[in-house]
């Protein structure tokens, strides 16, 4: 089994960053791509972003706002979150595949608990 535990949530304004955490431990051996993904209340989870050695792909409303990067050696990825909106409000939940890129939560093995975000004005 692999768990994923993620952190850097918090309250934060509108314009402000964050950079979320997240640490896989267990039989990682195997996990070839790590991402994330979003619930706002009321809403069903969403893709956000995700990355593998060959392919990253970000949902449209984040592009030029949000990175994500990896560090192998350490099990973790990083979103990095510039330029939040109010409608960046939710849970962010890490996610990790044995297989590649893709935006639907089927192709995920593993879940974090998550990590919850809130934009204020």
């Known amino acids: 089994q692999v768990q994923l535990v993620e952190s850097g949530g918090g309250l934060v304004q509108a314009g402000d960053s964050l950079r979320l955490s997240c640490v896989a431990s267990?039989?990682?051996?195997?996990?070839?791509?790590m991402g994330w993904f979003r619930q706002a209340p009321g809403k069903e989870r969403e893709f956000v972003a995700a990355t593998s050695e060959v392919e990253t792909d970000f949902i449209d409303s984040v592009k030029g706002r949000f990175t994500i990067s990896r560090d192998d050696a350490k099990n973790m990825v990083f979103l990095q979150m510039n330029s939040l909106k109010l409608e960046d409000t939710a849970v962010y939940y890490c996610?990790?595949?044995?297989?590649?890129?893709?935006?639907?939560?089927?192709?995920?093995?593993?879940w974090g608990q998550g990590t919850r975000v809130t934009v204020s004005s």
């Open positions: 267990g039989r990682t051996f195997g996990i070839y791509t």
């Open positions: 996610a990790a595949s044995k297989g590649g890129v893709t935006r639907s939560t089927g192709g995920y093995d593993y």
